[in-house]
C-alpha cells in the first residue's frame, strides 16, 4: 500500500499538504535489462482508477510514466498521465500527474495538475 501526500496542484502549492493513503495493486512485468511494464489499480472509494504504463531502473531509482483512467457515477471522465520516481532503497519518492478530465452530463472539459510525494505505508 501507499501513501500520497499532494503538496501541488494547478493553482500552486496546497496547505496543508493532503496525505491519501490509498490500496494500489499491479501486476509487473520484467520486459528485460531495466525496463518493466506495469498494470494495475488503484483503489479508489467511488471507482477504481485504471493505470498502465512502463518504468525502467536509474541507479537507485524506479522510474514508472503510467497513463490512468476513471469513470466516476457524477459522469465525469477522468485521464491523466503520471511519473512516479521511488528510491529503492527507502521506497519513497515523488509523483506529478497531469490530467483532463470530461463530464459527459454538462459536456465540460477540466484539466488538473496534481504533484507531491509517495512513499509505501501499512495496508488497511
Known sequence: CVSSTITER??????????IPFVSQYDVTHLGGN???LVGSIAIPDQPLITTG?????????????TGT???PDAWRDTGVNQT????ATLSGTFYEV??????????????????????????
Not at 85 to 88: G, K, T, V
Not at 101 to 124: I, L
Request: net charge negative; aromatic share 8%; with cysteine.
Open 10 to 19: 494547478e493553482s500552486g502549492p496546497v496547505s496543508p499538504p493532503e496525505t
Open 70 to 72: 476513471q469513470s466516476h
Open 54 to 66: 512502463l518504468a525502467t531502473v536509474i541507479g537507485g531509482d524506479i522510474y514508472a510514466n503510467m
Open 85 to 88: 520516481r521511488i528510491n529503492l
Open 35 to 37: 525496463a518493466y511494464a
Open 99 to 124: 490530467g483532463h478530465d470530461f463530464s459527459v452530463s454538462s459536456r465540460t472539459w477540466d484539466n488538473r495538475y496534481t504533484a507531491g510525494t509517495v512513499k509505501q505505508a501499512a495496508c488497511p
